[in-house]
């Protein structure tokens, strides 16, 4: 189900059918080293994380993280949504692409759809966004987009602190 559209872009709901694809995106090497291991090392794993992710967003908020796709061909290149966690105040914006579509401003127009989404549409006051300190490409899309830096911090569970940003109250 499409959820954005954008001029070079659709994000959509992930279903199962999107399971190979998530198998190779939350492998890459900076998703495992930006975002963490989430030990999915099968099919049936993508499924799971799916389900429980995704999926299971959908049906609790009626927002999660979308598939982006490129219109023109209908590649998948990676994901961008809102994720709404218990150690946030706020929903946060998250998004990952893979290595072969960086640097050519999918991630910041998959960002900018969904930040318009998440105030205008669902009627957000406030978006967050965590990245690690020494993810430099995704802070500058986050500045970018107008967010700014709020304090770093340190997820439950976490061993690293991360830096949080949020749009303008």
Known sequence: MKVLETERLILRRVTREDAPFILVLVNEPAWLRFIGDRGVKTLED????IANGPLASYERHGFGLYLVERKSDGAPLG??????????????????LLPAYWGQGYAQEAVSATLAYALKDLGLKRIAAIVSKDNASSIKVLE??????????????????????????
């Open 144 to 169: 970018r987009m107008g967010l700014r830096f709020e304090k770093y911090f340190r997820l439950p569970g976490a061993t690293e602190e991360i830096s949080l940003y949020l749009t303008p109250a």
């Open 79 to 96: 994901m961008c949504g809102l994720i709404k966690r218990d150690a946030l105040e706020h929903v946060d914006i998250g998004y990952a």
């Open 46 to 49: 993508a499924w799971g994380y």
